[in-house]
């Protein structure tokens, strides 16, 4: 029997769109799967602040951080860190300005430390140079303004 005769053409083209069909279903379903957002940290309970710092521009010689852990709420913190969504593709961060900083926070998440870096471009990362960019950090900004402006110090 010849692979040329209408009937075993037919069966081929069928197999071919049939394995065509299958490819697009799995590379769109990797491709909604890698565009949804995932949150960082979302067990409550394992998610323990350890620092949060700001930039101290008031400093003599080049900007050193100020501790500021014991002016915010970390139980309002940790509820704000867990509700965090990042973008599940990674992106490479070799380094930032700290003038573009506003606050850092580090945390341990169960055993991972994971340090949040918030300010013009938000991110996560556990250790460089790769990191997860947070989809909306104001919120975040905003408590530990209102936290620290509440506290008698200015942001």
């Given at each position: 029997p010849s692979m040329s005769t209408?009937?075993?053409?037919?069966?081929?083209?069928r197999k071919l769109v049939l394995i065509l069909l299958c490819a697009v279903i799995l590379l769109g379903g990797a491709g909604i799967y890698l565009l949804t957002p995932y949150p960082v940290a979302p067990e409550l309970?394992?998610?323990e602040i350890s620092m949060v710092m700001r930039p101290d521009w008031d400093a003599e010689a080049a900007p050193l951080y100020?501790?500021?852990?014991?002016?915010v709420d970390l139980d309002a913190l940790a509820q704000l860190l867990s509700?965090?969504?990042?973008?599940?593709?990674?992106?490479?961060?070799?380094?930032?300005?700290?003038?573009?900083?506003?606050?850092e926070i580090s945390v341990l998440y169960g055993e991972?430390?994971?340090?949040?870096?918030?300010?013009?471009?938000?991110?996560?990362?556990?250790?460089g140079p790769w990191c997860h960019r947070l989809l909306d950090a104001q919120?975040?900004?905003d408590a530990l303004d209102?936290?620290?402006?509440a506290n008698g110090t200015q942001a």
């Open positions: 209408p009937k075993a053409r037919a069966a081929m083209k309970e394992q998610l100020e501790v500021v852990t014991d002016q509700a965090c969504e990042v973008s599940r593709l990674p992106t490479d961060q070799n380094g930032y300005s700290m003038e573009t900083v506003r606050y991972q430390p994971l340090h949040f870096v918030l300010g013009e471009e938000s991110f996560v990362y556990e250790s919120p975040l900004i209102r936290a620290i402006a």
